[in-house]
């Protein structure tokens, strides 16, 4: 019986040890608006322990029982101070006022990078989005990440992310946790996402919590508003190109609240004239073409009660360009028609459920659904006399994705608060389907031939779980420890990976700490690029039974220090190999449709690594940050480049950001931002050869033969520019008015888009006689000269 006393002994002392806990929880929202503060933080004065809100607001403090003073505090609101005696578990859902003379260019996280165990972490406020200059003044998301260490742009203009050496398709893109697959505009030079409607974003370049997975290099996490339900608010802006709107409120006053926002661009509309005048060769000849975009947002919750919430979010966006013509000629009973179009976009939507079972257990139910879809149409219609032929051609790729899953929070006790939660997602891929119609009538010859081909659509069941745990080991000691588990089942074939997470802090001092972070990524879809720029042309294609999933390891070592007079200082040392990366043999394409798109890849690896450098400035008049990234990225694939080592693309040496704002007074500020990057890599011919021509007997100079070199050993030229912005401010009798004047490229760098061989001639001096001889010459073409801007923008 003795075994029997002692486990019976050992369960009271555990039960008399929690039964000196209590547990307070609730949720931190602004006064005003009722939005949910993210990252509050709460924190005990006299115990020193301390937590922050989750992204729903929603915190959970475990202490023991007696006297305590709670301390609630977010950056750019008052803080509340709290004395309790606490002897049971207690709700308390605290309201916090923001300061009457917020700043909004200083608000950034409400916890320092010296104190998060969460490595190579940035978060970024949505008020430093709309101050930083970018082009044709249209603020951008993706833009300001570009601007960030360890962060590549594309080619100039585009807002594709490179993060640490990944690819394009490496970086996860979450709008309110739904994933999107193409989230650019206007072929890449502007992101889906309107800054109206992002209430938070935050960046992981590794070091990755186990709650996220499918990518290797990096997670962009953007939240959306979820409306002021206390009164009713709005915005609009109007620029060169666009413009936008936000309204939201109330429409049950505490308990229900919406948002709504929109973006439209009116390129099409203001080139018209141009268009028509340019092309006007009759009056009987009709033209339209053009080009726009379009960005729709919708979300609203409800608050059934302090244990249950409920939020729907949907979003819509589209890229259209158009042209159409027609000519007809009654004399000669003739017609000539063209319909052309090229569309790409994305619907994203989320119906989630938040349910609190206790103070310690937070649950989060969602149910998603999206869908990318790529289409380009061509219908040619002519008609002569007795004559009529029709070429009709359709080309569809996209993915379709419906999500179930589930998230908890759970808070145990004083040092530990877990994360943990399991979704499933069924795939379906369209890499690519042609439809093709022909019809002939002449002279009592007809034919009709109607042909649907291509690669077939591909389902695909994914299955993710995780853990983690967030562990205050000692007051100095901090670790984030999870697990990453995840299944993919397509063609039969099933795919499984444990991946496993880490990150350690240890803080030196109360401004210094160290860090340390391990993180094993698995990835199961594909982006197929023959571009150097972000196409919709680029094709999502699944792991299959061919081809295996992309996978890297990634390890990272760093330091954070804060200065008292508001300065931080952070640097970060990273290693990262990946494998089962693809691109395109050489002169393949998503065209030419005879052969599946897996007969025309190549797998190899990559690997990169180098070192981050990070001064920023959080408070004061001037803020702001500078950056400079030292890193190298390459790629070897047996069959390319005779199996030997080359850059990968966007492999940069050197990237420096300087970002700066400065508010002279609440009437006028500036933003400035500019950058230097080492050259894109890319790949150039070396040498024509003249091809000897069968049966000829001699060579021809129309046949050539290009010689090649080492793949991407080209550097182009270097890129640098810089942007200034100007924000006018004026009080109104209902709201706050706004102009804002800009400058891109504002002393006209001509930075390189693409390079090129061509030719020039030249007198070649001869004791025969001169002779003209040609000679070869590198050219570039640029983008973008010095590019103004202003735009108009009213908050009421």
Known sequence: MKPFYLCFALLCSVHLVLAQNVTISGYVTDLTTGESLINANIYETLEKKGTVSNVYGFYSLTLPAGQHSL?????????????????????????????????????????????????????????????LPVILGEPDVLKVIQLLPGVQAGTEGTSGIYVRGGGADQNLFLLDGVPVYNASHLFGFFSVFNSNAVKTVNLYKGGFPARFGGRLSSVVDIRMKEGNDQEYKGEFS???????????????????????????????????????????????????AGYYFYDLNAKINHRFSDRDRLFLSVYSGKDKAYEKSEFTSVQ??????????????????????????????????????SKYRFDVESD??????????????????????????????????????LKFGASNTWHT????????KTTIDEDGYQLDQDTTYGNENIAATELDAYVEDSWNITRRLNANIGLHFSWFNVQNTNYTSFQPRMA???????????????????????LLSSATISLPTDLWLPTTQNVKPQNSQQWALGAAYKHNKGYEF???????????????????????????????????????????????????????????TLSWSNRKFDNLNFGETFPAKYDRRHDVNLVLNHEFSKKFDIGLAWVYGTGNATTLGAQDYAAMLPGMGRYQSDGMITYYGGRNSYRMPAYHRLDLSMNFHKQKKHGVR???????????????????????????????????????????????????????????
Do not use: C
């Not at 926002?261 to 018209?272: F, H, K, M, N, V």
């Not at 032929?389 to 996209?398: A, E, M, P, V």
């Open 570 to 628: 952070s640097v970060e040392a990273f290693y990262k190999k990946m494998d089962n990366l693809i691109e395109y043999k050489p002169g393949a394409t998503f065209s030419g449709v005879s052969e599946g798109w897996e007969s025309k890849i190549e797998t190899g690896k990559g690997w990169s690594y180098g070192a981050e450098f990070m001064l920023e400035k959080k408070t004061g008049k001037t803020t702001g940050w500078l950056g400079y």
């Open 738 to 796: 706004t102009w804002t004047v800009g400058l891109y490229n504002a002393y006209s760098r001509q930075n390189p888009f693409f390079v090129y061989w061509d030719s020039k001639t030249i007198v070649v001096p001869s004791p025969e006689g001169d002779y003209y001889k040609r000679k070869p010459v590198l050219k570039q073409v640029s983008l973008f000269p010095l590019i103004p801007s202003v735009s108009y923008t009213f908050k009421f």
């Open 429 to 436: 891929f369209r890499p690519g389907v042609n439809h093709e």
């Open 332 to 369: 000669t009973n003739y017609s000539d028609k063209y319909n052309d179009n090229l569309g790409w976009g994305n619907i994203t939507s989320a119906l989630r459920w938040n349910h609190v079972f206790s103070p310690k257990l937070f649950s989060n139910a969602t149910l998603t659904y």
């Open 504 to 526: 350690l802090r240890y803080l030196v001092s109360d401004n210094l700490s160290v860090k340390a972070s391990y993180a094993k990524m698995s990835q199961y879809i594909h």
């Open 238 to 288: 109007v620029g060169l190109i666009s413009s936008r709107f936000s309204f939201e409120g109330p429409i049950n006053k505490g308990k229900t609240a919406f948002i709504v926002s929109g973006r439209r661009t009116y390129i099409d509309l203001l080139a018209q004239p141009f268009i028509q005048l340019a092309n006007k060769k009759a009056d009987n000849e009709d033209i339209n």
């Open 71 to 131: 301390q609630f505090s977010f950056v750019g609101y008052n803080k509340q101070i709290l004395g309790l005696n606490l002897q049971k578990d207690t709700v308390i859902n605290m309201k916090l006022k923001q300061m009457a003379d917020l700043d909004e260019i200083t608000v950034h996280a409400s916890k320092s990078n010296v104190e998060r165990t969460q490595m190579s972490l940035i978060e970024l406020p949505t008020a430093r989005i709309e101050k």
């Open 380 to 417: 040619y219609e002519y008609t002569e006399q007795e004559h009529y032929d029709r070429d009709y051609f359709r080309y569809l790729s996209g993915i379709n994705d419906v999500t179930a899953k589930i998230d908890f929070d759970y808070y145990p006790a004083i040092n530990h608060s």
